[in-house]
């Protein structure tokens, strides 16, 4: 709960330093990092150990998706 939270600040504090973009791309920013964040928790962790390879290589893919349009975003609010 409390990283939920902090989340959440850094989150609004982020949004607010963003500018008017900052609402169209704060929050799938927030939730893409998030979404990462957990999968790389969860390699580390071992919970994926029991999965077959093609599983593993779709969370692969998967995460490699969130990751390219993370930095679309990004790239978007700088440029």
Not at 5 to 25: H, N, P, Q, S, W
Request: aromatic share 10%; charged share 10%; glycine share 18%.
């Amino acid at each position: 709960g409390a990283f939920w939270f902090g989340g959440l600040t850094v989150y609004g504090i982020g949004v607010a330093r963003m500018g008017v973009f900052g609402t169209v791309a704060g929050w799938p920013l927030l939730m893409g990092a998030i979404i990462v964040s957990s999968n790389l928790a969860g390699v580390i962790t071992g919970e994926w150990k029991g999965t077959d390879g093609r599983t593993r290589a779709f969370l692969a893919v998967g995460t490699t998706v969130i990751i390219a349009a993370l930095v679309v975003l990004a790239q978007a609010q700088t440029g």
